[in-house]
């Protein structure tokens, strides 16, 4: 692409993607600095990325970041891509900087075989609603996969690694204030009877 790169990465432990990417953008901004005579920082921020569930979801990246120049209008198809893995997966070609993940392997049991499922992969563009799955996840740094591996993710991290819901929280709406219990008018005390003087006899 012109103004940004996809890599599908396999980071052999936790700090190893990160390190990889300040390598290569740092590399990257000084040979454009070279190149051009300037100075100063290239990137916008910080490199945007995504963990992502086995089987289905790798097979997606795969196809999304193959597509992703055709999608832009830019080749007609994969393989004219000049930067595209496209022609080492499918067609053979010899990429030294590639290296085939798992489930790439598992497509058959020999190159031909595999080569041939790759390009069945593509007879048909993804659909809509994962491209804007796999979109969302990668710029929100969210995992991709079903609920089973989210929720998993986030109790291995501490963290939320899905979306929420745009906006503020709504705030639970305060009873009324209700108004005390009328309390009943007091009953005077009862008085003894009255005892009149008693009337002296004549």
Known sequence: MTNHVHLLLTPSHESSLG?????????????????????????????????????????????????????????????????????????????AV????????????????????????????????????????TNGNFALGDSRFTTQIEQALGRRTTRGKPGRPIKPIDAPPQAPPETPPETPPEMPPETLPETPQQ
């Open 19 to 95: 390190g990889v990417m300040k390598a290569l953008s740092q590399r990257y901004v000084q040979y454009v600095n070279r190149t051009y005579q300037r100075t100063g920082t290239l990137w916008e921020g910080r490199f945007r990325s995504c963990l992502m569930q086995d089987d289905a979801y790798v097979l997606a990246c795969y196809r999304y970041i193959e597509l992703n120049p055709v999608r832009a209008a830019m080749v007609a198809h994969p393989a004219d891509y000049r930067w595209s893995s496209y022609r080492a997966n499918a067609q053979g070609e010899p990429d």
């Open 98 to 137: 590639l290296a085939p993940q798992a489930i790439y392997l598992a497509q058959g049991a020999d190159v031909e075989t595999r080569q041939a499922a790759y390009r069945e992969l593509f007879r048909h563009e993804l659909e809509p609603g994962l491209v804007d799955e796999i979109r969302l996840a």
